[in-house]
């Protein structure tokens, strides 16, 4: 796990040196909320470092809905880290 979520993260770094495949990324960064773990603390674990690695390149003037929509639908996280960085990523969104 740990070496999945520091991949998570190195893709927010990939997306703000690589603006055109920014799209790509937070698609698949979007996608980890589907993904197999082995518990559900795994998953929002993953879904925590996913938001952070969007926070890294999405611009907050124009985040695009599926993304805003992905970390809305997590501001109720079970997992409160998880959900403060949903939190605070919408809150610099002005959303």
Known sequence: MITANNAILALGKIGRAIPDKRGLIASQLI??????FPTA?????????????????VDPGNAGA???EFVRRQTGNPRAATARKAKAFLRKLSV
């Open 66 to 68: 599926s993304v805003v």
């Open 41 to 57: 603390e795994c998953r929002n674990i993953s879904i925590g470092k996913a938001i952070l690695a969007l926070k890294m390149f």
């Open 31 to 36: 996608a980890v909320e589907d993904c197999s």
